[in-house]
């Protein structure tokens, strides 16, 4: 390899390496945005070497005698983003003391949402609900989250509360229980909650909410990615009058984004100074 080749594979190595730092400092900025964000989940980006050269530029074997590393030189392409994952850990419980505030208070489990325009099934951990009025039943309320999609039942329906009642419990397993003005409790629904057993699969699909875009694709269905019913079954994991906040550590996240802004920096540098190389290689000539 000539002092010229090297070069330019220097400068391309730096700039590549530099336009998936960039990356790197996209995913971390956004998790610190999102940082006060019911449920949400922080994403963790990993890195891969590109391809890289051997240049065998030794010709005398006598001379590579006690060397402890393999012969020749070994000139990297520079690096890569391998994967931005979604970490599951859970997020710290707040109590709110508002009776649709639901926390998820284990890792895996998920509220379902009705599904997109397109019939795409949509799933969340953001447990802070509300009531909207039912446009068909004058005094009936719909459960919604915070853009006004329709929380579902078990049943996949809509979650549909009666008018007139006093108080409303939702129980561990996501029960919902109604009292009346006459002290009388009635079940009137079931939360639908899912176990994810699959969730690298999971992409964001935007207002806190997660869906599997590709399961066509992968010959898979949704009974080989998560279990559904799990609330009917018995999973303990609802918390009222409570929500998870985000998992999101800013100490970590202000942490990462320094290191990622000193390799960007470290790689400018370098560009900067293989082209001062090149004008002093040029100006020899």
């Known amino acids: 390899m000539e002092v010229g080749d090297s070069m ?9 390496t530099m336009g998936q730092l960039q990356n ?15 449920g949400y989940k922080r994403r963790e980006v990993t890195f891969a070497d590109l391809l890289f050269q051997q240049v065998n530029n030794q010709t005398v074997a006598a001379h590579e005698v006690g060397r402890t590393t393999p012969n020749g030189i070994r000139v990297g392409s520079g690096a890569a983003v391998a994967q931005t994952a979604m970490r599951l ?43 909207s009025p039912n446009p068909d039943v004058e005094g009936e ?8 999609d329709y929380v579902l039942s078990q049943a996949g329906t809509p979650i549909t509360l009666p008018a007139g009642y006093q108080d409303i419990t939702i129980t561990e397993s996501g029960t919902i229980l109604v009292t009346d003005q006459n002290g009388n409790t009635e079940q009137v629904s079931q939360l639908q909650i899912v176990q994810v057993t699959k969730p690298q699969l999971m992409l964001a699909s935007g207002e806190n909410n997660f869906i599997f875009p590709n399961l066509e694709e992968l010959e898979l269905g949704f009974a ?7 609330g009917a079954a018995g999973a303990e994991v ?14 970590r996240e202000m942490t990462e984004m320094l290191l990622a802004q000193r390799n960007y920096q470290f790689n400018s540098q370098a560009i900067s100074i293989t082209d001062q190389m090149m004008g002093l290689v040029n100006n020899l000539r």
């Open 224 to 230: 080989d990615v998560l279990v559904e019913g799990v």
């Open 141 to 148: 309320n719909h459960l919604v989250n915070q853009n006004g």
């Open 89 to 131: 850990e859970q997020g710290a419980i707040q109590n709110t003391d508002r009776p649709l505030d639901l926390a998820l208070t284990e890792r895996g489990f998920f509220f379902e949402i009705a599904p997109s325009e397109d019939g795409t099934r949509r799933f969340t951990r953001d447990g802070a609900f509300y009531l």
């Open 24 to 38: 790197k400092l996209d995913v971390t900025s956004n998790n610190l945005a999102n940082m006060n964000t019911t």
């Open 8 to 16: 330019i594979q220097s400068m391309i190595t730096s700039a590549t």
């Open 238 to 251: 609802i918390q009222q009058r409570a929500l998870e906040m985000s998992n999101v550590d800013m100490g």
